[in-house]
């Protein structure tokens, strides 16, 4: 029995232990950190630390706005032609500090410490539209996808509506839950409000009413300015006397790590619309751009287990086989096993450490490579340790752990003395695991013919093959499924081909029309006139003259030399001929009614003339004919009234001007016999 486990269930992996580790569509990779994505400008280092808020924001369309020292800067986002925003009143902006832009105002908000006001201009024409109230000091501005908006002001934030409206209960309820000491960021992700507070250097989660959801503590030394906020991470920027940094945060407070590439000041951050970080670093310097995922941390570790507790019996773990793409050059994974029979044992982890996983506790397997034999005694349990090694430019990216155990491998096909016992190991099982594993692939391929070679389940791409083996003409009009359906169905067909119901069930599947096919011969039988030899059908009562029987053109057993024989009068045939002249004009020939319905088309008509001549006997002859329909109720008469459907025609004399097959059939019962005053034609009528 070979028996195996998943580490990864529903792309969570709920068993595990991650230590700036993250789950990215469903894979382990180590935790991401954003990074310049293009050189950072010269002389950012030795930039001055910033002397207060500034304002960073992008609009729907690209448009990058920025705060200067007296000024707002607006950057083109597909030139990025630099300008001032010139439609202030007069005498223009004294101290623009946050900047944000409104998309269902569809309009630009500054706000302004210097004048304590918000002001709005239109982002198509950048002309005035709105003021708003008369502020204390109004540093920062937020807006959430409801429309609000939110300004940071001296010791307090408040909340408006998209019209302006203030609404007192969010502060109210704020205040009243947390102390604000001095706010300068405010970043809003779904309905949870995030506020920098830099003299207590926290970031308080509130919900749009105001209650406080949770106080985090800002892992950092230096003065904090600028928050940005995503689904999984907080960004904060710092600043200190050996330079500035940006900041990742995780959702509970911890720190993550630091931009790589950016030493510069941060006096504001913000999230563009392509996964991107714009880092203002104050005064009138232009925003940089930090892509969000393009770095990561150096290193991480994760474990998880334990697992195999679904039975008490103890296993013989065989194998750990990882699914991960090629790791970047820069970047290693090393897995490690520990095996136990207590559930309740934690394995020693140190995720800090220089060594995070010690040994004898757990074994370590090669670096880099996803497939390792497990040498451990066999226990009831296994845990799994991961530890991610990088340069901060990448990261390996693990999909899924496969954990095998109690395999029957070649080992079990050798003499009983080759065999150690269960607790020993030794070279021979991990040489015959080696010699094992470079036939998997073919003896993974070989078990796998089963799936290929069903119609049900084998590859898109191998369903055409699969045809050309069973012969299978395709049609450029099949669908996959239908495709699937001929293939299945295909040897089959192959038994009935060249028999009328197997002809059927071809133009049935192939055309989708339902025809009826006739072989004469299996309707013929051979009438004799008087008592004596007759035919099967005769006997029955089942022979009606001229419809389903024949009179034969020769003797069945053909002329015979000395009796029958006459000179130039004669048919002569051989012995394994006998009977032919019954049934040769009729014994290879079949036709094919197809009705004229609302399957019908000349295109169908066509396809069934073209199926008929490819799959007919080479040796037969057929003929395909349309049922036109002769008959409409309702228009020429009315069934039960004047029209009868079905029934038998009355006999009728020969003599009495009938046309057979039309108002006249051979049947009842005949008026007298040959001889006795009875004539055929005139008052004979021939019956059964």
């Known amino acids: 029995m070979n028996a195996y486990l998943f580490a990864n269930r529903d792309d969570a992996w709920p068993d595990f232990t991650r230590h700036d580790v993250e789950i990215v569509d469903g894979r382990l990779v180590l935790a991401r950190l954003p990074a310049p994505d293009g050189p950072p400008p010269p002389g950012l280092a030795a930039l001055a630390p910033p002397d207060g ?66 002001l709005l201009f239109d982002l198509a024409t950048l002309q005035l539209l709105d003021v708003w109230g008369r502020f204390d000091t109004p540093v920062a501005l937020g ?86 906020a995503t689904e999984d991470a907080l960004y904060v920027g710092e600043n200190a006397a050996e330079g500035g940094r940006v900041v990742r945060l995780r959702r509970d407070g911890s720190f993550v790590g630091a931009a790589p590439g950016y030493p510069g000041p941060v006096a504001a951050l913000a999230l563009d619309h392509s996964a991107g970080l714009l880092v203002h670093p104050g005064a009138d310097q232009p925003p940089v751009r930090l892509a969000l995922h393009a770095a990561s941390v150096r290193r991480g570790t994760a474990w998880g287990g334990p697992f195999g507790g679904f039975t008490e019996a103890a296993k013989t773990w065989h ?69 991610f090694d990088g340069q901060g430019a990448g990261s390996p990216a693990v999909e899924q752990i496969r954990l095998e155990f109690d395999h029957s491998g070649y080992l079990e096909h050798l003499p009983a003395i080759y065999r150690p016992e269960p607790e020993q190991t030794g070279f021979l099982p991990r040489y015959l695991a080696l010699v094992e594993s470079l036939f998997g692939e073919v003896e993974a391929e070989v078990a796998d013919l089963g799936r290929l070679l069903s119609p049900a389940a084998a590859p898109g791409p191998f ?77 029955r009562g089942t ?10 053109a020769a003797e069945p057993q053909g002329a015979i030399l000395g009796s029958t024989a006459v000179v130039d009068g004669s048919h002569l045939i051989s012995g394994d001929e006998f009977g032919a002249p019954l049934f040769e004009s009729v014994a290879h020939r079949f036709s094919v009614r197809v009705y004229r319905g609302a399957a019908f088309s000349p295109e169908r008509l066509r396809a069934v003339r073209e199926l008929v001549d490819r799959e007919r006997p080479v040796h037969t002859m057929g003929r395909v004919g349309v049922v036109e329909p002769r008959f409409a109720i309702g228009l020429q008469a009315t069934v039960g009234v004047d029209a009868i459907v079905g029934g038998e025609p009355p006999a009728t004399r020969l003599d009495d001007g009938a046309v057979l097959g039309e108002a006249f059939v051979l049947g009842g019962e ?18 059964s």
Do not use: N
């Not at 002809?503 to 096919?517: E, F, G, I």
């Not at 005949?670 to 019956?687: D, H, K, S």
């Open 53 to 118: 808020c500034a304002g960073v924001t992008v609009a729907p369309d690209g448009t990058v706005f920025t705060t200067a020292p007296g000024a707002v800067l607006r950057t083109d986002g597909c030139d990025g032609t630099v300008e001032p925003l010139t439609c202030f009143p007069d005498p223009g902006p004294a101290d623009p500090r946050g900047l944000l832009t409104h998309p269902q105002r569809h309009a630009l908000l500054v706000a302004d410490a210097g004048t304590h006001q918000v």
């Open 143 to 228: 807006g959430g996808p409801d429309g609000r908006v939110y300004v940071a002001d001296r010791h307090r934030v408040q909340q408006f509506t998209a019209g302006g409206q203030a609404v007192p209960g969010f502060w109210r309820t704020l205040s009243a839950e947390a102390a604000v000491a001095d706010p300068v960021a405010v970043a809003v992700e779904g309905a949870r409000v995030h506020i920098l507070d830099r003299e207590r250097r926290t970031v308080l989660v509130a919900d749009v009413s105001g209650h406080l959801l949770d106080e985090l503590a800002v892992p950092l030394d230096g003065d904090v300015l600028g928050l940005a």
């Open 319 to 387: 194998r750990l086989a990882a699914t991960m793409a090629a790791p970047p050059q820069s970047a290693h994974v090393r897995f490690f096993i520990h095996t136990t029979d207590d559930p309740a044992a934690t394995p020693p982890v140190d995720p800090a450490g220089p060594d995070p996983f010690p040994a004898p506790a757990w074994s370590p397997g090669p670096p880099d490579l996803g497939e390792h034999l497990i040498d451990r005694p066999p226990a009831r349990l296994a845990w799994i340790g991961l530890r």
């Open 463 to 539: 369903l055409a093959e699969l045809a050309r083996w069973v012969g299978l003409e395709l049609s450029p009009t099949w669908t996959e499924a239908e495709l699937r359906d001929a293939v299945a169905h295909a040897l089959t067909e192959a038994a009935d081909r060249g028999t009328a119901a197997g002809l059927r069930a071809t133009l049935r599947r192939a055309t989708s029309m339902d025809a009826l096919v006739e072989e004469p011969i299996v309707q013929s039988a051979w009438w004799a006139l008087a008592a004596g030899e007759t035919s099967p059908a005769a006997e």
């Open 543 to 552: 022979s009606v003259l001229g419809l389903t029987t024949v009179l034969a």
């Open 670 to 687: 005949p008026p007298g016999r040959v001889g006795e005053r009875a004539r055929i034609g005139v008052t004979t009528v021939l019956g």
